[in-house]
């Protein structure tokens, strides 16, 4: 008798989904496991009511230590003073004032009375290694480095718990700069304000600043003046036949745009390319035709 009653208890228990819901739910307190039983049923198999019977334990009835230390995705457990960070983003092409609204921000901010630093690559030594500066002369220090790995180190750990605010410039520079934005932001609370250039030259994705973009809180996109026309510039000429990626320089090397001039300016530096090329390839064939003298 006893065996058939367990039978049909386990017929009834998984042939239908919605005899017993169990749901876990990532709170900040702690996930929980709720059991909703059919009066009727529950009224014709008392047993169920201990939620034992079926090998899992309610987590109410653990230890709350121990509960307090199950990690949900998208909960924490540090406590309600953590706040968590921020992060934003401020793209655009060169002379669009990218550092300057950065400067702006950063200045704001501690103007609020918070804590702020500001790293730059150490690749970019136009103005030198101590601040950062705008083209318009405005500065602020900062920290040059080769990547931002090392910041929290060189920076002094307990120095870095208590910053609030976290500048980077010229950002396409850095090749960590996805992983140090989501740990600063994720999980050492930090702002972060990152600008920098979102195409090379070539209208291509410079660096890992349009990878942050799915971490950011907002994406600013600054334009310049073309220094053409005068029209919104969107975009970056180089004017020289350079042709490296990164290529550090300012007025004397880049300038920006609107599309129009960078199509045509494109056309002009690829058929000036052509002919200096087509110009070498025919000295060097007078010289190896002309005779020796
Ligand atoms: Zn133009």
Redesign the pocket.
């Known amino acids: 008798m006893l065996f058939i009653l367990m039978c049909r208890m386990k017929s009834l228990l998984f042939s239908s989904p919605t005899l017993l819901t169990i749901s876990c739910h990532p709170t900040k307190t702690m996930p929980s496991l709720s059991f909703q039983i059919p009066r009727t049923l529950s009224d014709k198999f008392p047993i169920i009511q201990n939620p034992n019977f079926l090998g899992l334990k309610a987590f109410s009835s653990f230890n709350p230590s121990i509960s307090t230390s199950v990690e949900c995705p998208g909960s924490r457990m540090e406590g309600p003073r953590f706040s968590y960070g921020e992060i934003h983003i401020i793209l655009g092409p060169m002379f669009a004032g990218k550092t300057t609204s950065l400067l702006r921000r950063i200045q704001t901010e501690s103007n609020n009375g918070r804590s702020v630093a500001i790293i730059k690559s150490n690749k970019d030594t136009r103005y030198g290694l101590e601040y950062t500066v705008t083209h318009d002369g405005a500065k602020f220090p900062c920290w040059a480095l080769a990547d931002l790995s090392s910041f929290r180190q060189k920076y002094g750990v307990n120095a870095y718990e208590k910053l609030d605010v976290i500048g980077i410039d010229e950002a396409q520079f850095f090749g960590d700069l996805y992983d140090f934005c989501r740990k600063a932001a994720d999980h050492d609370g930090k702002t972060v304000i990152v600008a920098g250039l979102d195409g090379d030259y070539l209208r291509r994705s410079f660096g890992s600043v349009l990878n942050i973009i799915p971490l950011a809180d907002s994406v600013t996109k600054l334009t310049a003046r073309?220094?053409?026309?005068?029209?919104r510039?969107f975009f970056t000429l180089r004017k020289t036949k350079d042709t490296p990626t990164e290529l550090i320089g300012g007025a004397d090397v880049y300038m920006p745009?609107?599309?129009?001039?960078y199509v045509n300016g494109q056309l002009a530096i690829e058929a000036t390319r052509i002919l200096e090329s087509q110009r070498i390839q025919c000295d060097s064939y007078l010289e190896a035709s002309s005779p020796p003298s």
């Open positions: 073309c220094e053409l026309c005068g029209k510039a745009v609107c599309r129009q001039h």
